[in-house]
């Protein structure tokens, strides 16, 4: 992935000197215990989400598009780094440079889309709960998945037509590498293009929007005033009013808000490990690009490399650390589960229905109480914590009037 370019023709230069025994041994084992446990993490995350049916969510979609891609990168940059630091030289010839340099770019910029998809969909969930029940659905974000692939695929095309193999002649060996036919000069523009698209962008837009998740979960919580406590009692309708006396059972608006905020936290943390990983290759590119001799050392390329491929591994840890159903998915994808868990012993389908008031212009923020309490007390029935309702049912939908 360095932005080093070769002559077509030809050249014979000085005597070749091989990579010493200490790095190839180091390279090899660093990059293969990284690849292999992202391998193995990644494909668990797939699998979870696929086979388990409540862990199939928008968000836990985009996480899966972002393990598919972060496979990608593994395979198609990490796997080939390693005959690369055995054998010291290209060994997949012609159509294995074209292919493999295009899926290392596809999965880069895909799981670059990614972040940014699931980044959107938190700003909604969280800042625009309303909204969010229409725009934040499992179709919806299966095409939007769908799009960035088709995307990601079209746009990295163009690699098949800058990258080729060549040969540089030593006095005692050829080595074969596979690089980019173009000239430096002409990559560049091309690379900052990339730069600006799939980094740059992405994290100044995850910056901003993490930034007002922030606000409404940790500095400005919604507000609970006797004002707004008189407006939703007036707004409530029977269903609603119904539903009052199962909240006391519960810490319901509690329970959501941490909820919500242990999730935004997990995606925060792998957008900003997406950050400092591809900083030290991305700084790298852009002070080669001011220099007329390119910085090319190789304990420090390996250094680059091995941050982008713990990028692309580490985001399985950090669901594990962080996220109490995928740890409970991925023990059980184990057989490790623990059999001491009971059913529910109720099931209670919960929903309700609203008012939107917009006689004074405002916004309907104030029913996103409602929802999370409602959503939690459904959470408590599914569990059967202290409550049982056998037989009791409410009406499905969700409706709004204008007044």
């Known amino acids: 992935m360095e932005n080093a370019t070769y002559s077509q023709d030809n050249q014979t230069l000085g ?7 200490e790095y190839k041994v180091v390279s090899t084992l660093l990059v293969a215990v990284i690849c292999g446990v992202g391998i193995v993490g990644n494909v668990m995350v797939i699998l ?6 409540h862990m199939r969510t928008p968000t836990n979609c985009y996480l ?3 393990a598919a891609a972060d496979l990608m990168v ?7 780094n390693i005959t690369e630091s055995l054998y010291g030289s290209w060994v997949y010839g012609y159509a294995g440079c074209l292919c493999i340099t295009y899926f290392q770019y596809l999965g880069i910029n895909a799981s670059s889309c990614s972040i940014t998809a699931f980044t959107i969909e938190r700003y909604i969930a969280i800042c625009h709960p309303i909204k969010a029940q229409f725009l934040c659905t499992l179709s919806r974000a299966k095409k939007i998945i769908l799009a960035v692939w088709l995307f990601t695929s079209l746009y990295c095309v163009m690699w098949f037509y800058l990258s080729d193999t060549a040969q540089i002649v030593y006095k005692d060996v050829t080595i074969v590498v596979c690089a980019y036919k173009i000239s430096r000069n002409l990559y560049l523009p091309i690379y900052f293009l990339d730069f600006g698209i799939f980094f740059v962008v992405p994290l100044m837009l995850a910056t901003v929007l993490y930034g007002l998740i922030a606000r409404i979960l940790f500095l400005n919580p919604l507000p609970s005033d006797p004002k707004e406590n008189s407006k939703k ?3 409530a309708t029977p269903q609603m009013k119904k539903m009052q006396s199962y909240r006391n059972c519960s810490r319901s608006s509690s329970t959501t808000a941490t909820s919500r905020r242990q999730v935004t936290k997990m995606l925060a943390v792998v957008v900003i490990l997406f950050a400092l990983l591809w900083m030290p290759y991305r700084t790298l590119v852009v002070v080669n690009s001011l220099l007329e001799q390119a910085y090319l050392d190789a304990w420090f390329l390996l250094f680059c490399r091995c941050c982008i491929y713990l990028n692309s591994a580490i985001n399985p840890v950090i669901y594990n650390a ?12 184990c057989g490790c589960q623990s059999r001491h868990e009971k059913p529910a012993a109720c099931s209670v389908a919960l929903t ?7 006689s004074n212009g405002e916004s309907p923020e104030h029913f996103a109480t409602e929802l999370d309490e409602l959503a939690a007390a459904e959470e408590l029935l599914r569990h059967g914590d202290a409550l049982q309702l056998a037989g009791t049912r409410l009406p499905a939908k969700v409706s709004f009037s204008e007044p």
């Open 322 to 333: 962080m996220s109490q159903k995928f740890r409970a998915a991925f023990r059980k994808l």
């Open 48 to 53: 979870v989400v696929l086979t388990t049916k």
């Open 15 to 21: 005597s070749w000197t091989d990579h010493s025994l």
């Open 233 to 235: 009692k007036k707004a």
């Open 64 to 66: 899966v598009s972002l």
């Open 352 to 358: 309700y229905s609203a008012i939107r008031d917009t």
């Open 74 to 80: 593994l395979t198609a940059a990490g796997l080939p």
